[in-house]
């Protein structure tokens, strides 16, 4: 509370980072900090400490497209499909055993339909996971990775990242990371 009150402080910045694995594996990597330099050098040694190569802007974010992402819950796939289609969604995903144990969809909508396509699922009924229900990148061309230990890198890369404390989101394209 203190640091968000006091006048002193650095203003916040939204970051975008990129960065290639391995496999052909790519990730964005979205960040809030006070202070820039501090992030860049963090993220950076996390990448290259997990054998992995940092990436230039626009690099790697030519493969990723800005979507939203509303998860429906506890829901029949017709149901879904149908609400879907009526509030204008781009794709629907599949998801099996979320966090909290449930299946559900993820329903991609377009960034500005986001907001009412979420609206819309709440009004008719469906339970929405809140939590996982914001904006995403959503990769174009996702791939599988079928080398254990080159998934296993990728999955402990995303999990460093999200252990920094200016790191928000990682987004990648490697099947059951996103």
Do not use: W
Request: hydrophobic share 40%; proline share 3%; aromatic share 8%.
């Amino acid at each position: 509370m203190k640091k968000a009150t006091d006048k002193s402080q650095a203003d916040f910045q939204s970051c975008t980072y990129e960065a290639y694995g391995p496999a052909g594996s790519s990730f964005v990597i979205e960040a809030l900090t006070d202070n820039v330099n501090r992030s860049v050098a963090e993220v950076k040694s996390v990448i290259t400490k997990a054998g992995c190569k940092a990436a230039d802007p626009g690099s790697v974010m030519f493969a990723f497209s800005r979507a939203g992402q509303i998860l429906v819950v506890d829901a029949g796939e017709e149901e879904v499909f149908e609400a879907a289609m009526e509030v204008g969604a781009e794709d629907i995903q599949p998801v099996e055993g979320g966090e909290d144990g449930s299946d559900g969809y993820k329903v991609f909508t377009s960034v500005p339909n986001f907001v009412s396509a979420k609206a819309s699922f709440q009004q008719r009924g469906f339970k929405v996971a809140e939590e996982d229900s914001l904006l995403v990148y959503k990769a174009n061309a996702p791939i599988e990775i079928e080398d254990g230990e080159a998934f296993g890198k990728c999955e402990a890369l995303v999990d460093k990242l999200l252990a920094l404390s200016d790191v928000d989101s990682v987004h990648t394209n490697v099947v059951g990371l996103e």
